[in-house]
């Protein structure tokens, strides 16, 4: 019998699920969904259960009004349950203690990937946390509230989880044994069916798994604990019915971020490449497409992406490496990701128009600087945006064996990931075997030039110079450390460039009053968007001010050329030349600060367009009869569109962090 049968008239017991996400505008969240719909499809809990989802974004007061308002929405709960990563789970942990202070017969249930598999680490951190699931969570957790529906709150007949057994001194943690993956994904329901339309009208992303597992076993990652294991898949029909609906009711904000590990591996990734390309034209959508590309592209990636580039619904492509070391790549089990598929898929995407970028990781075990900027390079010069990342140690990895980190003599802090991210702290990498603290804050350092130098505001003139001079392109970006943190031409930029340096070093040295003074305006609401890597958006800022930007730009390009005396007259004539070519690039950042189209005047060198298009520094449509481009390079009004005063400025600035945008291709030129 059934507790329904036992008591048919007794009130639904709650049950709230809460995920406290990173993401500003996100009211969706496919791990609470997958949750709610397993529940509701078995009949006993169904029927027993009433189901309260909470995604809120706890930053700032935020988190304060997100416990004041799960709080108030608690009515003698059956169960709580968490989704925790690294991001959220000081707060998420905090949050459950609340919850449990208020109602200790409530069950607090906690899963997700930076608290699988770490029982003891956890239960001593919570120890009001009753339950902790380990991997696959839907079908766990439907055993966990029948159990709990039936009074039962031992649960060593449910595989994959550990718990609290005993009371007082006799309590302990037991840990069941390991419960398999679900081999058949149909067995779980999807999680957008119980999202409302209005929820998937509003939320500003929409995660979305097609299939799970990953063939690869990288040593820094934990990919939902699937590493290392097939791929599964979620039946056709099912992802047509629920990506018609995302698309159908999607709002003009929407980001569909497709989480499948390795878009692309299978066969059948060509035909929902085809399925988004028409779903987006049937109803009139254009949703920003995040994709991870497979591991070991081939040729059905490019296919694939050339699909959603002729549909006009891709990104830049991401092509993963990491890093370009053997002996880093071997020690980071990625020897069996080949690098020549990189080179090769990275002509082919060019050929075809399609913009790419390209993750690395600094500061992996057997890195140097050295290894790092021949890795920067080789992507500089394929055409490539890379994309950095510190080195951050997450649970469950290799790299987080104890035997591993003394092996290697990892040096790790806890510190922000971003340093004007203060609530996002993290375990960081910051030394080892082959690389010293002092390194690590050089290549950071080459980060914020490369992707200030040559992705924003004088990327032609280095491409000049590289060609002119011989010289690495990350070495000229290398040579504008010393320029940008030494440069007394505005003392804003200046002030900026050094509290970069220091708060790298010590992250509460932060400038906020300094940052302020240039993002304060755009800053606006975190709910509305978060803003990152401010002292880079805050040099930009300053950039398109009081003609900072030609000066900063001229100085810069006499620096580099100072230190080239290889660079005949006419290299050095050419590199002043290509000067109007890059102030074209601040236009459009100074368009998106005041919403207002741009028309600069522009005069492309005839012995720079050739180099520069074909390069992909400039559009490939860019045509020379062996003469000047003259004209004038207008900011298109469709860049401007849904223009928003306190935020399209930021996030224009990291699309091109991210290598998302590219200013001088989204210029017109007439």
């Not at 290549?443 to 280095?462: D, S």
């Amino acid at each position: 019998m059934t507790v329904a049968d036992h008591a048919p008239s007794a009130p639904r017991r709650q049950v709230h699920l809460i995920d406290l996400t990173s993401i500003p505008g996100m009211v969706y969240s496919a791990t609470l969904g997958y949750l709610q719909a397993a529940a509701e499809a078995d009949p006993e809990v169904g029927a027993a259960c009433e189901f309260h989802r909470h995604v809120r974004l706890p930053r700032g007061e935020g988190f304060e009004r997100a416990c004041a308002d799960v709080l108030a929405a608690l009515d003698d709960p059956l169960a709580v349950s968490f989704t925790i990563y690294f991001w959220n789970r000081a707060k998420s942990l905090l949050m459950a203690r609340r919850i449990k202070e208020r109602w200790p017969d409530c069950r607090v249930v906690v899963g997700g990937n930076d608290v699988s598999y770490q029982q003891d680490e956890l239960f001593a951190e919570a120890p009001w946390v009753d339950v902790l699931v380990h991997g696959d969570g839907e079908l766990r957790f439907v055993d966990i509230l029948r159990s709990l529906l039936h009074g039962r709150d031992d649960f060593c007949d449910i595989p994959g989880v550990s718990y609290w057994s005993g009371r007082g001194s006799a309590r302990h943690v037991v840990t069941t044994e390991p419960a398999p993956r679900i081999a058949d994904l149909a067995e779980v329901p999807s999680p957008v069916a119980v999202h409302s339309d209005r929820e998937l009208a509003e939320t500003s992303l929409v995660v979305y798994e097609t299939n799970r597992g990953c063939p690869y076993g990288c040593a820094f990652c934990y990919w939902g604990g699937a590493t290392n294991s097939k791929v599964r898949q979620f039946p056709l029909e099912r992802i047509e019915q629920d990506l018609d609906r995302i698309i159908r009711l999607s709002g003009p904000q929407l980001s569909l971020g497709l989480a499948d590990a390795n878009f692309g591996i299978l066969p059948r990734d060509v035909d929902i490449a085809r399925l988004l390309v028409e779903l987006c034209h049937r109803h009139g959508k254009n949703p920003d497409l995040i994709v991870t590309w497979a591991k070991n592209s081939n040729d059905r990636v490019l296919r694939t992406a050339k699909i959603l580039h002729d549909g006009a619904i891709l990104a830049p492509v991401t092509l993963s490496t990491q890093s370009f070391d053997p002996t880093v790549l071997d020690l980071a089990n990625r020897s069996n990701i080949r690098l020549e598929n990189y080179r090769r898929l990275q002509t082919g995407f060019r050929e075809l128009g399609i913009a790419t970028y390209t993750d690395l990781i600094w500061g992996m075990p057997g890195e140097t600087y050295d290894s790092f900027t021949r890795g920067l390079e080789e992507t500089l010069t394929a055409g490539g945006s890379p994309v950095v990342f510190p080195l951050l140690l997450l649970n469950n990895t290799d790299y987080t064996r104890e035997r591993f980190r003394e092996e290697q003599r990892l040096v790790v802090r806890r510190s922000p990931a971003d340093v004007t991210d203060p609530e996002m702290v993290v375990e960081m990498v910051v030394g080892h075997s082959r690389m010293s603290e002092e390194d690590w804050l050089r290549g950071l350092e080459l980060r914020l030039c490369v992707y200030l130098f040559q992705k924003a505001v004088l990327r032609c003139g280095l491409r000049v110079l590289h060609t002119a001079g011989n010289a690495r392109l990350v070495d000229l970006c290398d040579r504008l450390r010393d320029f940008l943190f030494g440069w007394d031409g505005d003392d804003v930029v200046r002030r900026l460039a050094r509290n970069y340096r220091e708060s790298w070093r010590s992250p509460e040295k932060v400038d906020w009053e300094l940052i302020d003074g240039q993002l304060g305006v755009e800053s606006g609401d975190n709910g509305v968007y978060l803003r990152s890597e401010m002292h880079y958006e805050a040099i930009l800022h300053r950039l398109t001010q009081d003609g900072v930007a030609a000066r900063f730009l001229r100085d810069a390009t006499g620096f580099l050329l100072d230190g080239l005396p290889d660079v005949d007259e006419d290299g050095r004539r050419l590199a002043r030349e290509t000067l109007d070519v890059d102030l074209a690039a601040v236009a459009v950042f100074r368009s998106l600060r005041s919403g207002e189209s741009e028309k600069v005047p522009v005069r492309v060198p005839a012995a720079a367009v050739p180099l520069l298009r074909d390069n992909g520094d400039l559009p490939p449509d860019l045509a020379s009869d062996e003469g000047d481009v003259v004209g004038v390079a207008l900011t298109p009004p469709s860049l401007l569109a849904n223009h928003h005063p306190q935020f399209s400025f930021s996030r224009y600035a990291m699309l091109v962090w991210r290598g998302l945008a590219r200013p001088l291709h989204d210029l017109v030129f007439a």
